[in-house]
């Protein structure tokens, strides 16, 4: 079974510049997560879908960030324009459904802002 | 609010334990523990439930102390593919699924 995948793999920008990010969830994977992970530091919820609905964004910086998820299944997080303070790894994470459910998650997009 | 972790890093030899801790001021509904080797994705290892077991992920177990609001995860004969930086993520009473991840207790164990 494919786990969750992510791409690019690596990102460098110059500040003020666009950027997206992009995931593919576990198959069957009704709940979809975005995570942002600063170095030394524990993966923080950007964002939380149930299918194509937004359920929890109350973390995500709307100035600048915007996600969709179509279809409920893809999903793109958008930055813009990126900022010094947004290099991280983001991470995408997937799991079944909300209840007690374990996180599969994405190797992650090492974004590196210039 | 994030959970608090202990100790921030400790280094063992192969073969010896471990107990890394985890504490919330709030009441919690569940502690889900992940361990995320350098470079790569953090990896399930268990959830612990108010008012469930103490749970196993292969000699590694984990408490959940309901009424402290702590976890412990115990890492008992560690081998040196324990090594990794380990986090507990914990979920609210009523916060409805809002998993908020402590900051890590970095795991090395050298042979």
């Known amino acids: 079974e494919a786990g969750v995948v992510q791409s690019p793999r690596y990102k460098i920008i110059e500040k003020k510049q666009p950027v997206a990010f992009w995931c593919n969830p576990i198959?069957?994977?009704?709940?979809l997560y975005w995570y942002r992970q600063n170095l030394g530091q524990g993966p923080e919820l950007l964002i939380r879908?149930?299918?194509?609905?937004?359920?929890?964004d109350s973390q995500l910086p709307k100035d600048r960030f915007s996600a969709e998820r179509l279809k409920g299944v893809d999903s793109t997080l958008k930055i813009q324009p990126a900022e010094l303070g947004d290099s991280a790894v983001y991470l995408c994470?997937?799991?079944?459904?909300?209840?007690?459910?374990?996180?599969?998650f994405g190797s992650g997009t090492q974004l590196s802002v210039l | 609010q994030q959970p608090v972790q202990s100790p921030q890093a400790v280094i063992l030899r192969e073969g010896e334990d471990a107990v890394i801790n985890c504490s919330s001021s709030?009441?919690?509904?569940?502690v889900h523990w992940y361990r995320q080797k350098h470079g790569e994705a953090p990896v399930f290892l268990m959830i612990?439930?108010?008012?469930?077991e103490q749970m196993r992920h292969e000699k590694i177990s984990a408490s959940f102390n309901e009424k402290k609001q702590q976890s412990s995860l115990y890492l008992t004969a560690s081998q040196l593919s324990y090594s990794g930086t380990y986090f507990c993520g914990t979920e609210r009473s009523g916060s409805a699924r809002q998993l908020t991840f402590g900051s890590g207790t970095q795991l090395t164990v050298l042979p």
């Open positions: 879908y149930e299918n194509e609905e937004a359920v929890d």
């Open positions: 612990l439930l108010k008012g469930g």
């Open positions: 709030k009441a919690l509904y569940s």
């Open positions: 198959s069957g994977h009704n709940t």
């Open positions: 994470a997937s799991s079944f459904d909300t209840t007690n459910e374990k996180l599969f």
